[in-house]
Structure formats: C-alpha cells, structure tokens
C-alpha cells in the first residue's frame, strides 16, 4: 500500500536549520508531483513548496529563498532543506503525492 514517512523535525533557534525527509513506498515515485505542505496551530494547511516529475520547483512567497525541495528518485525520498527559520515557520510539516490522495502523518518542526 503507499506510504509516505516524514522524518527530521524538531526544536531549532531562530535562524537555524532542519532537513525533512519522506521516504515513500508502495507506488511508483517518480513518476507524480510532490509536495511539502505545512499547518500551524489555528491556521490552515498551506502548501510550502512542491516539485514535480521533470525536477522543477515551486515554493511558496514565504519561504523562497530559504527552503529547497528536491527529491532522490533511486530512494524514492523527498526532502525540504529549510534555512534561516522563523518563528512562523513552526507547524506541523506533511508531505504529499496528492494526486494520489497519499499524505503522510507529519513531523512536528518548532523555530524559538
């Protein structure tokens, strides 16, 4: 069955940075778009940055320039550098095939 496991959150100052993973399984990765989507306490899922099949990129307004998607297609994971955090920039990261419907269960990442 598909699977998505996010891993790589935590607690980081103000300024520092984290890497996420998501290691997929059980359907054929390269072959959809992904993304990184993120929800904060009392706000809505947004999504963050997204790269698709042939590599290209998007991100959102508030994170460009500080977070880098990109993907290893031979280890069918996903991953989100993300540099010079904020205090907004804490919420509870997902990532997603969602024209597959696949999420996973999130990772919590804290910026103090």
């Known amino acids: 069955h598909v699977q998505l496991v996010e891993s790589g959150g935590g607690s980081v100052q103000v300024g520092g940075s984290l890497r996420l993973s998501c290691a997929a399984s059980?359907?054929?990765?390269?072959?959809?778009?992904m993304g990184w989507f993120r929800e904060a306490p009392g706000k809505e899922r947004e999504g963050v940055a997204a790269i698709d099949s042939d590599g290209s990129t998007s991100y959102a307004d508030s994170v460009k320039g500080r977070f880098t998607i990109s993907q290893d297609n031979a280890k069918n994971t996903l991953y989100l550098q993300m540099n010079s955090l904020k205090p907004e920039d804490t919420a509870v990261y997902y990532c997603?095939?969602?024209?597959?419907?696949?999420w996973g269960q999130g990772t919590q990442v804290t910026v103090s």
């Open positions: 997603a095939a969602r024209s597959i419907g696949a």
């Open positions: 059980g359907y054929t990765y390269s072959r959809y778009c």
